[in-house]
């Protein structure tokens, strides 16, 4: 894995979030906690079309700088929406399931970085 490669991934993915509102983005580096990837990214949006919204920005955003998209789970229901790219794994919530889950204390051995740290 190649750390910068993912730091340029995030630094995308973060901003197509902000594109479409995406609230309370949250940013954990799990390189040294995890062989699955380098970083987790959490969002939230108010609604399902939001939701949608902010998942298909990403994956066109990072799709137009050359990143495949592995995989993609819970488009459909949008209350959790996984986008696996790799090195960079994007959590997209509703309100509810967010807290439901709370993937920042299931992860809270990986590092939270502030975006402007990428």
């Given at each position: 894995m190649d750390l910068n490669n993912s730091k340029a991934m995030a630094k995308l993915a973060i901003a197509?979030?902000?594109?479409?509102?995406?609230?309370d983005i949250?940013?954990?580096?799990?390189?040294?906690?995890s062989v699955?990837?380098?970083?987790?990214?959490i969002a939230n949006g108010a609604n399902r079309s939001q939701i949608q919204a902010m998942a298909?920005?990403?994956?066109?955003?990072l799709g137009r700088a050359g990143y495949a998209l592995r995989q993609v789970e819970g488009y459909n229901t949008a209350n959790w929406v996984l986008m696996d790219f790799g090195?960079?794994?994007?959590?997209?919530?509703d309100k509810e399931n967010r807290l439901f889950y709370n993937l920042e204390r299931i992860w809270r051995d990986g590092k939270m970085i502030e975006?402007?740290?990428l």
């Open positions: 197509a979030l902000e594109d479409k509102k995406a609230e949250r940013l954990i580096d799990i390189s040294e906690v699955m990837a380098d970083f987790f990214i298909d920005n990403v994956e066109e955003t090195d960079v794994i994007i959590h997209v919530f975006k402007d740290e």
